[in-house]
């Protein structure tokens, strides 16, 4: 699957946890339960925002020849597990 569908799949999961954390609050769910749903939508956003940060490091800011890959790779591995 390319990264596109890949984003646009997600982006269509985290909309449908919206939607059900919209019916939670109107049924006067747990807050706890209301919690939990936010923070997976905060990690699935943060999944995206990665994946687009990464998408721009790797086809917006290096070209084909560049030899910083590697180092581009590394980067994009701790950002990413800074921001889980």
Do not use: H, T, W
Request: hydrophobic letters at 40%; charged letters at 35%; proline letters at 0%.
């Amino acid at each position: 699957m390319d990264i596109k569908k890949d984003m646009q799949n997600r982006l269509r999961r985290i909309e449908g946890q919206v939607k059900g954390i919209e019916k939670m609050i109107e049924n006067d769910a747990n807050c706890k339960d209301i919690l939990i749903q936010i923070a997976a939508i905060r990690s699935a956003i943060n999944k995206v925002g990665g994946m687009i940060l990464e998408n721009y490091a790797k086809c917006c800011i290096l070209s084909e020849e560049d030899e910083n890959k590697d180092k581009v790779d590394e980067l994009m591995k701790a950002l990413l597990m800074f921001i889980k």
